[in-house]
């Protein structure tokens, strides 16, 4: 039986291009047809009754079930989304690992991990009974700065706990000791959680603590690449591409020059934390001040453009910024405080003032490609509401925002300033204007590299490359030359 599949180019949305019924017991080919028109073509066959095969000329893959007849009811509720999920698996050739958390029935879930084994994905699909036991105690969940990796530990272990957690077996993707990957393969890999709506208690696992802490194989990812898929219809291929070509956009300099905005709000902190934020704050200041007023030869002629950044930007300036139809990328931190945004404020000034979202209207947002917040427990409502669409991220893709990005559990005001050090020195396009703007002002920028790599490093995040690339010392040789 053969099925055929299309990505709309501009939305990257999967639809079926062929609409014969499907017989989920019978081996079933299926082609996809990719956005460049190239196809990806597998092959769904069970081997064995607790055993499917997904072959094609991109690699294979193994998933295993529990229970006879397992494979068969999940693919007759799922197969247009497991269709998305194979195609994304191929075609990022092992970069990307899945795990996925869907309805079944007589109140249980299907969790489907799918992980790359050096040469083939390893899956496993399980039935389970759902678990909401987070809106039971929520404060048995909350975490803080000063608990969470006691309370990581103690979330972690529910995952294969027989009787209070959800029991995944020891040979479960994310558990089993015999997986391995390259090196090559190591450098940040992604891993795509999709969730239904209805299972938002799925939330209480702090997927990217476990990946900081390094708990079994989530010591493979790092948590600033642990992505969620929250939206009902949205397939892993849909949520790949879009990614992606947020990513290509992001890389061309001029482009993220003119449309982004950066906004740092500062709130006060224990002595400790505010010593380190102080740092880093100083860092993203000095390196802000190097791209500023950088010249560019368009075909429309000269263009002279600055990096927008604001610290502690007003209310009204912020709504300002949101509706502004220049600005498409929008990188921000805010503290959040019973599910609504806070002012930023200086370390003396004690009152808070909420920035309530309320004035957002449908299609506000349309012309914001991304919305990069770090906001403490902004995917949920407030205390863990499980109607997500009480929560910050819904409000902001309500509002039309093509792809927002937010956090389960309390967001780190440090990983914010650790991910935009590491796009500024890392990003190619980015570097190579710092790199000509320190050699203007007389400053070895390795100096500054090492310097972003050691507040890098004392954050346990991932340090910038010490190596230049070919193209990059030929500009530094240019350079030096004039």
Same mark, same amino acid.
């Given at each position: 039986?053969?099925?055929?599949?299309?990505?709309?180019?501009?939305?990257?949305?999967?639809?079926?291009?062929?609409?014969?019924?499907?017989?989920?017991?019978?081996?079933?080919?299926?082609?996809?047809?990719?956005?460049?028109?190239?196809?990806?073509?597998?092959?769904?066959?069970?081997?064995?009754?607790?055993?499917?095969?997904?072959?094609?000329?991109?690699?294979?893959?193994?998933?295993?079930?529990?229970?006879?007849?397992?494979?068969? *009811?999940?693919?007759?509720? !799922?197969?247009?989304?497991?269709?998305?999920?194979?195609?994304?698996?191929?075609?990022?050739?092992?970069?990307?690992?899945?795990?996925?958390?869907?309805?079944? /029935?007589?109140?249980?879930?299907?969790?489907?991990?799918?992980?790359?084994?050096?040469?083939?994905?390893?899956?496993?699909?399980?039935?389970?009974?759902?678990?909401?036991?987070?809106?039971?105690?929520?404060?048995?969940?909350?975490?803080?700065?000063?608990?969470?990796?006691?309370?990581?530990?103690?979330?972690?272990?529910?995952?294969?706990? %027989?009787?209070?957690?959800?029991?995944?077996?020891?040979?479960?993707?994310?558990?089993?000791?015999?997986?391995?990957?390259?090196?090559?393969?190591?450098?940040?890999?992604?891993?795509?959680?999709?969730?239904?709506? !209805?299972?938002?208690?799925?939330?209480?696992?702090?997927?990217?603590?476990?990946?900081?802490?390094?708990?079994?194989? &989530?010591?493979?990812?790092?948590?600033?690449?642990?992505?969620?898929?929250?939206?009902?219809?949205?397939?892993?291929?849909? #949520?790949?591409?879009?990614?992606?070509?947020?990513?290509?956009?992001?890389?061309?300099?001029?482009?993220?020059?003119?449309?982004?905005?950066?906004?740092?709000?500062?709130?006060?902190?224990?002595?400790?934390?505010?010593?380190?934020?102080?740092?880093?704050?100083?860092?993203?200041?000095?390196?802000? /001040?190097?791209?500023?007023?950088?010249?560019?030869?368009?075909?429309?002629?000269?263009?002279?453009?600055?990096?927008?950044?604001?610290?502690?930007?007003?209310?009204?300036?912020?709504?300002?910024?949101?509706?502004?139809?220049?600005?498409?990328? &929008?990188?921000?931190?805010?503290?959040?405080? #019973?599910?609504?945004?806070?002012?930023?404020?200086?370390?003396?000034?004690?009152?808070?003032?909420?920035?309530?979202?309320? &004035?957002?209207?449908?299609?506000?947002?349309?012309?914001?490609?991304?919305? *990069?917040?770090?906001?403490? *427990?902004?995917?949920?409502?407030?205390?863990?509401?499980?109607?997500?669409?009480?929560?910050?991220?819904?409000?902001?893709? !309500?509002?039309?925002?093509? *792809?927002?990005?937010?956090?389960?559990?309390?967001?780190?005001?440090?990983?914010?300033?650790?991910?935009?050090?590491?796009?500024?020195?890392?990003?190619?396009?980015?570097?190579?204007?710092?790199?000509?703007?320190?050699?203007? !002002?007389?400053?070895?920028?390795?100096?500054? %590299?090492?310097?972003?790599?050691?507040?890098?490093?004392?954050?346990?995040?991932?340090?910038?490359?010490?190596?230049?690339?070919?193209?990059?010392?030929?500009?530094?040789?240019?350079?030096?030359?004039?």
């Amino acid at each position: 039986m053969d099925v055929q599949y299309k990505i709309d180019k501009i939305t990257f949305e999967l639809k079926p291009e062929t609409s014969v019924p499907i017989a989920f017991e019978e081996p079933i080919v299926v082609s996809v047809t990719l956005p460049n028109n190239r196809k990806v073509s597998f092959r769904i066959q069970k081997i064995i009754e607790a055993e499917c095969w997904i072959t094609s000329d991109y690699g294979k893959i193994c998933i295993k079930t529990e229970k006879l007849k397992d494979w068969e *009811r999940f693919l007759s509720y !799922n197969f247009m989304q497991v269709v998305g999920l194979c195609t994304t698996a191929l075609i990022t050739k092992g970069k990307e690992d899945f795990l996925w958390i869907e309805p079944s /029935n007589n109140n249980k879930v299907w969790i489907l991990g799918v992980v790359w084994n050096n040469n083939h994905w390893d899956g496993m699909l399980v039935e389970r009974e759902r678990k909401p036991f987070i809106f039971k105690n929520n404060k048995d969940y909350f975490f803080t700065l000063n608990n969470r990796d006691k309370k990581a530990k103690q979330i972690f272990n529910l995952l294969q706990d %027989k009787k209070k957690g959800l029991g995944l077996p020891n040979d479960f993707p994310f558990f089993s000791k015999n997986s391995t990957i390259s090196k090559e393969m190591f450098e940040f890999r992604r891993f795509t959680i999709k969730v239904h709506p !209805n299972e938002v208690w799925f939330f209480v696992f702090p997927f990217d603590h476990f990946c900081r802490l390094k708990y079994g194989h &989530f010591s493979l990812y790092r948590g600033f690449n642990v992505e969620w898929i929250l939206t009902l219809e949205k397939s892993f291929i849909q #949520n790949t591409y879009e990614r992606l070509q947020i990513q290509r956009e992001l890389s061309d300099v001029c482009r993220f020059l003119k449309h982004s905005v950066i906004i740092l709000n500062t709130y006060p902190y224990e002595e400790e934390v505010q010593k380190k934020v102080d740092e880093g704050m100083k860092l993203i200041k000095k390196i802000i /001040n190097y791209l500023q007023n950088i010249e560019f030869d368009t075909e429309e002629g000269s263009e002279v453009l600055s990096l927008q950044w604001y610290l502690n930007p007003t209310e009204d300036k912020i709504k300002d910024m949101l509706k502004d139809e220049n600005i498409w990328y &929008f990188l921000a931190d805010f503290h959040v405080e #019973n599910g609504v945004w806070q002012i930023g404020k200086e370390k003396n000034n004690p009152t808070s003032i909420d920035l309530h979202l309320k &004035f957002l209207k449908q299609g506000d947002l349309k012309h914001i490609r991304l919305l *990069r917040i770090y906001n403490c *427990r902004s995917v949920l409502g407030p205390d863990f509401n499980p109607n997500w669409g009480a929560s910050i991220v819904s409000s902001l893709l !309500n509002a039309g925002a093509f *792809r927002v990005e937010g956090s389960i559990i309390d967001a780190d005001l440090l990983d914010y300033l650790c991910s935009l050090l590491f796009m500024f020195c890392h990003q190619e396009g980015l570097q190579l204007i710092l790199i000509g703007k320190c050699l203007e !002002n007389g400053i070895n920028f390795s100096d500054i %590299k090492k310097e972003v790599n050691e507040f890098l490093k004392s954050c346990n995040w991932e340090t910038i490359p010490e190596k230049c690339t070919n193209y990059q010392k030929e500009v530094i040789k240019n350079e030096e030359e004039k």
